[in-house]
């Protein structure tokens, strides 16, 4: 079987929703410190990257990937364009990206950014930009492999919704 990287589709919603309890049941133990299956359903649910609100948004992005092994959704990249951020006409932001536990170093996080960065370049953007958990060492091995140029940096946040 070999691995296919194609762009988010609405009915991609279920599978993803399974995919990502999976990873957030790891991540959850190994970065976030709290045990996802004992979790109360609120704080799962915040904690999620495939929530119905967001996953309708990314599927129509144009830049949101699935890979797909055989019948199984195994990861996939949350993406969208950005115009006049941070001094780039164009630019490419990743909300998430996220691989299976039992599908880690296959090099499907990198088939997913080879997709996106394929879409990029063909809409003109100068730059894809990511935020990543500086905790998570395999997470700064994939995205400088891939390219990127990790920047210690903060990010201010002013809640309006408090």
Do not use: K
């Not at 609100?53 to 199984?72: L, P």
């Not at 003109?124 to 990543?132: D, E, M, P, W």
């Amino acid at each position: 079987m070999a691995l296919l990287i194609r762009p988010m589709q609405c009915e991609d919603y279920d599978s993803l929703r399974s995919l990502d309890d999976a990873v957030m049941r790891y991540c959850a133990r190994a970065f976030l410190g709290f045990d996802w299956d004992i979790a109360t359903p609120e704080r799962r649910e915040g904690q999620r990257a495939i929530t119905p609100d967001a996953f309708a948004f990314y599927a129509q992005t144009g830049c949101s990937f699935v890979a797909v092994y055989g019948a199984e959704s195994v990861g996939y990249v949350l993406a969208q364009p950005l115009r006049n951020f941070d001094l780039e006409p164009l630019a490419v932001w990743v909300e998430d990206i996220s691989v299976h536990p039992d599908h880690h170093r296959r090099g499907i996080a990198t088939a997913l950014y080879g997709a996106l960065r394929s879409y990029g370049e063909a809409a003109g953007a100068a730059a894809i930009l990511a935020g990543i958990h500086v905790d998570n060492a395999a997470s700064l091995a994939l995205h400088e492999g891939v390219g990127f140029a990790i920047h210690e940096t903060r990010t201010a946040v002013w809640r309006l919704d408090e």
